[in-house]
């Protein structure tokens, strides 16, 4: 669906972690939650305490994050807030195929078949959220939340030149006017492919929106946009059955906007698979609810409160929580040592 | 047909220069200007740093200039020109040149054979200018002291301090192990030029300077140019008598 089609038409840019070093950049907290749920697993399950609650999440949380800050990386995590009226439905949809995967995981035989439906049924509740956002706090790691969509107030906070970039393995960052994306943030390393089982090497990889723009031979966001509801998005998924992402970028190309589509024969059927005026779902993107309401500091981290809560309440090992708590410490310092590391931009 | 041709008897001042500037940029256009020479300039994917080189007609042995008026652009990868530099040796007879708008052959000569390499051009997007700065503070040192300064500050932390301080110029690294100083005062031998209208201090990246100090070998002097969070100039004098030039420009850590 959307953006991630125009895969091979658009050339991202691989780099290291080191090279983001110095750099804040404003993470998509339901992606990255739901990265960590999916893929930090045992025996086809999330990792759970003893009571059975589920921990993947803070696994995540912590030892990524401490691998992304001794790079000298500032992140701070954005969190969805109330999603637009036109993106209910699509979480009804998913709401639906999560209860399908449920009764086929119940069902289930294999491990690898256990795995597949376990990762389909996770849901991010309220308590997953409120467990990360604590963890956060107790890291000393800002964390921001978002009025409505997290990836618009991460793009928000990248246009005002508060973080360098927006984190997230979705596009949609450049649709809501993020100039810089970074995808791969949590994942780099060597990882396991989820389908194949083949161990690849996860990059970080850079996507700049006039890059895109160039590459697509776009000449605004607002062609862009117009692109991504053609192909499908958050808020009409099923995009308009019968254009593919090629066919698409030509009429975008051709006509310049939805609006100039609107003359031709093709119009009655576009018309008919969006649930609302193109306008509608446009200005979703390109005035999206956002907040200057954030502060961004990194502080010291609270070594005892994250033993209280991830080793005492959450049955982590003491050992390796420690270890990576003395290691969030030294980086942090280091952050507050090494400075910000400028670009050439600004002495032209 | 030969569209133009620079040879040298020793590979040495392209070997080293390529090196560096290979690990610093991905790519990196390389402009055959009628007039002026060979030359290029790039900067890195995350614009920290910019290469700029310069090679003057006269730097080689044998030339053939492009007879058209207009410059020839060809793009490298500079992945790929770095794998030839390590297949040259510092004394193969070197010939760089083209036959046509696609691709750019590299010769290499020694006892009696030749190897051919035909690097194919990619295409580059844009060429940057070289940005324009009121340094502060020139100094000219011996390569030595720049290679040893930045190996040692790498021991301990990956940023470095380079500054001047009452006629001494120096390079600062601080970290959970310790700290060095490696430094230089006026009126030293390896001091060969030093112009400071004030005292400067400012931070940098150390592993893109542990790229750029790879020129340093087939240099003669170093020149540095500073100033208060300001980008760093590092200037390599390459050729038989200094006539090429290799510049970095590396962007600052600025505190917060």
Not at chain 1, 160 to 168: K, N, Q
Not at chain 2, 61 to 80: R, S
Not at chain 2, 239 to 244: H, K, L, Q, R
Request: with cysteine.
């Amino acid at each position: 669906m959307g953006l991630a089609e125009l895969r091979e038409l658009i050339e991202p840019e691989e780099t290291e972690l080191k090279a983001l070093s110095g750099r804040e950049i404003a993470i998509d907290a339901f992606n990255a939650l739901y990265q960590f749920l999916t893929t930090i697993m045992k025996d086809g399950r999330p990792l759970m305490d003893s009571e059975g609650r589920i921990t993947s999440h803070l696994n995540g949380l912590l030892y990524r994050t401490v691998n992304l800050v001794e790079e000298g990386i500032k992140p701070v995590y954005v969190f969805d807030g109330e999603p637009p009226e036109l993106k209910r439905r699509t979480l009804r949809e998913r709401e639906e195929r999560k209860k399908e995967a449920e009764e086929r995981l119940k069902r289930a035989s294999s491990r690898e078949e256990r795995e597949k439906y376990a990762r389909q049924v996770v849901r991010l509740s309220d308590e997953l959220i409120e467990d990360a956002k604590r963890l956060l706090e107790l890291m000393g790691i800002p964390w921001v939340q978002a009025p409505s969509e997290g990836e618009a107030q991460c793009a928000h906070m990248a246009r005002e030149g508060d973080v360098w970039a927006a984190g997230s393995q979705d596009y949609d960052s450049l649709l809501f006017g993020a100039p810089r994306l970074v995808r791969n943030l949590t994942i780099v390393g060597q990882r396991k492919h989820p389908h194949t089982g083949e161990i690849i090497e996860v990059k970080p990889e850079i996507l700049e929106l006039d890059d895109v723009l160039d590459q697509l031979g776009l000449d605004s966001r607002e062609q862009l946009v117009d692109l991504a509801i053609l192909l499908g998005t958050d808020y009409n998924p099923d995009g308009i059955p019968g254009i593919g992402p090629k066919r698409a970028l030509q009429l975008i190309r051709k006509y310049g906007s939805l609006d100039e589509l609107q003359d031709t024969e093709l119009w009655p059927k576009i018309e008919r698979h969006l649930p609302a005026e193109p306008e509608e779902i446009r200005s979703l993107f390109l005035e999206p609810k956002v907040t200057d309401d954030y502060e961004l500091e990194w502080e010291e981290p609270d070594e005892e409160g994250i033993v209280e809560f991830l080793v005492e309440e959450r049955d982590f090992s003491e050992d390796r929580v420690r270890r990576a708590v003395e290691r969030l410490r030294k980086a942090m310092k280091e952050l507050g040592r090494k400075g910000k590391q400028e670009t050439l931009d600004a002495f032209f | 047909m030969t569209l133009f041709r620079a040879y040298q008897e020793e590979a040495r001042y392209f070997k080293y220069a390529f090196n560096a500037a290979g690990k610093v940029v991905e790519e990196a256009p390389l402009i055959i200007s009628p007039d002026k020479g060979i030359l290029s300039r790039a900067m890195d994917a995350s614009h920290i740093a910019m290469a700029v080189l310069e090679m003057p007609w006269e730097m080689f042995d044998e030339y053939e200039a492009p007879t058209e008026e207009e410059e020839l652009i060809y793009g490298l990868d500079m992945e790929e020109v770095t794998r030839i530099v390590r297949r040259t040796r510092v004394t193969d007879e070197f010939t760089l040149e083209a036959e046509s708008e696609d691709e750019v052959i590299v010769k290499l000569a020694t006892g009696g054979y030749e190897r051919e390499f035909r690097l194919r051009s990619i295409e580059i997007e844009d060429i940057p200018d070289e940005p324009e700065l009121d340094y502060t503070v020139e100094v000219t040192v011996v390569p030595d002291f720049v290679q040893d300064a930045v190996r040692d500050a790498d021991l301990v932390s990956d940023t470095v301090k380079v500054g001047v301080e009452d006629g001494t110029f120096y390079f600062k690294a601080e970290g959970e192990r310790g700290t060095v100083q490696p430094k230089v005062q006026e009126g030293a031998e390896a001091l060969l030029g030093f112009d400071a209208e004030e005292d400067v201090e400012t931070a940098y990246p150390l592993d893109y300077l542990k790229d750029m100090i790879q020129a340093a070998q087939g240099a003669e002097s170093v020149i540095i140019r500073l100033g208060e969070d300001m980008p760093l100039e590092l200037e390599f004098r390459i050729g038989p008598a200094g006539e090429g030039r290799l510049k970095f420009y590396l962007a600052p850590r600025v505190e917060e």
